[in-house]
């Protein structure tokens, strides 16, 4: 069959949206949308749930604790919307124990200047009343840490990744939306008011295209699309993440109900209480921090260094390396803002990428906005700082 044959079969099955990608992003976005349209279908290259994607590991943290009161804020309005669908589908998909946010003055000397102590004040600008604590009550409560200050900001909590996935694939199948896997893409071409995407499953024609690919594909899809020549600023770095196992005397400390979430951001530190008690893991991870100085002294510069300065409690525990999960990229863009909104010169295509590491607590406000961008003709939200045509030469 020739194209222009191949064209003719599909045209008379022009969809409302294709999304290209199926990660957090691209399954956020298409139950967004299939709220307000039919015909909507989800492109993906390998499988939904692939280990490649950042999306599909165990657990992923919900935090509202930003520098920047802009992140902050879009973090609470979708932790909102997390709420939301926890209640409507009955599914634990978020467990909001809360995020304790540490610092020592041995790493950090200057506490009041660290990022945990100002972000306590940003969530408090926020209304969010988070609970400032002292070293003496880390060691009432919290005796599984040696710091010097905190705070627990109850607007947090970790994400149960897998549940979420399958919950969102049902809810997708439920209400019409195709998903097509293992698809390969040759060509996007946008005319005639529509767009046209090849592929090894077929051609199709869409009236709307969001591209949620991944920061790791992002640029080779944006080489895909006829005309385009912008390619995004976008650096992957991998974190280092371990598996601590208490024995069963210690355990009970490290479940959600004792062990929020935790974060040292100062120094790259992030950790997960015992979210699957058959696996019986505390989860701690290390990325290199881009916004803000590592501790002068270099004194943690890994998992390693912080469970010897600052939990000392994990060091006699057996420990081994993630393996199972996380074999994804952070992907951080050149001026630390996200990357969505219209691929510039397009009225049809529109892409979201460029999470800097941290955009599952944002997917269902990413999905709506996109949904909105495609099917309402502009969204509600104030994302000129994320606009894909800041990068246009
Ligand atoms: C180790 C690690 C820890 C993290 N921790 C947190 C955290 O604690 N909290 C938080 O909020 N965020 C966290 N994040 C970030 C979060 O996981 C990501 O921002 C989010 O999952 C990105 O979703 P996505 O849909 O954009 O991309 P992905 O999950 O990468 O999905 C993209 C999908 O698109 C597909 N695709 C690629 N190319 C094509 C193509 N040409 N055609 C069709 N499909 C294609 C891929 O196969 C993939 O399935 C973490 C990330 C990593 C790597």
């Known amino acids: 069959m020739t194209i222009k044959e191949r064209i003719v079969e599909q045209k008379s099955k022009t969809q409302e949206l294709v999304i290209i990608g199926g990660g957090i992003m691209g399954l956020m976005t ?84 660290t990022y945990t102590a100002k972000c306590y004040d940003v969530v408090e600008g926020l209304g969010l009343r988070p609970e400032k604590l002292s070293k003496e009550a880390f060691q009432k409560r919290y005796r599984q840490f040696d710091v010097d200050f905190g705070y627990l900001n109850s607007a947090g909590g970790y994400f149960n990744l897998r549940v979420i996935a399958d919950t969102l694939v049902g809810l997708l199948r439920e209400r019409g939306v195709q998903i097509i896997e293992n698809v390969d893409t040759d060509e996007i071409v946008e005319e005639d008011n529509q767009v046209r995407i090849s592929t090894n499953k077929g051609i199709f024609i869409a009236k709307q295209l969001v591209i949620t690919p991944g920061g790791k594909w992002a640029n ?11 390619q995004l600023p976008i650096k992957l770095t991998q974190p280092e993440s371990r598996y601590y196992y208490p024995e069963p005397d210690q355990r009970e400390q490290f479940l959600p109900k004792n062990f929020p979430v935790f974060a040292y951001p100062d120094v790259g530190i992030y950790g997960h209480p015992i979210a699957d008690e058959q696996k019986g893991a505390v989860k701690v991870a ?16 890994g998992v390693a260094d912080f469970v010897e300065e600052c939990m000392p409690s994990l060091k006699s525990m057996r420990s081994e390396a993630v393996t199972d999960a996380d074999k994804c990229f952070y992907d951080v863009v050149e001026d630390g803002d996200f990357v969505l909104g219209a691929l510039p010169r397009y009225e049809h295509i529109f892409i979201g990428t460029g999470w800097h590491g941290a955009g599952y607590k944002f997917s269902p ?20 700082q994320f606009n894909p045509g800041r990068f246009v030469k």
């Open 30 to 113: 298409a139950y967004y949308a299939s709220a307000l349209t039919e015909h909507i279908v989800i492109l993906e290259k390998r499988m939904i749930g692939n280990q490649e994607a950042s999306s599909f590991s165990f657990t992923r943290s919900m935090h509202t604790d930003y520098l920047d009161p802009l992140y902050a804020r879009l973090a609470y309005e979708a932790l909102g919307m997390w709420r939301e669908l926890r209640e409507k589908t009955g599914k634990s998909l978020l467990v909001d124990n809360g995020c304790l946010n540490i610092a020592k003055r041995t790493v950090t000397p200057e506490l009041e200047e």
């Open 220 to 230: 080779e899809v944006l080489e895909l699309v006829k005309g385009n020549e912008l």
């Open 286 to 301: 290390f990325y290199e921090p881009s916004d803000f100085e590592p501790d002068a002294d270099g004194k943690i510069r």
């Open 365 to 384: 406000l990413i999905g709506k906005i996109l949904s909105q961008l495609t099917l309402q003709n502009g969204t509600v939200y104030d994302i000129q």
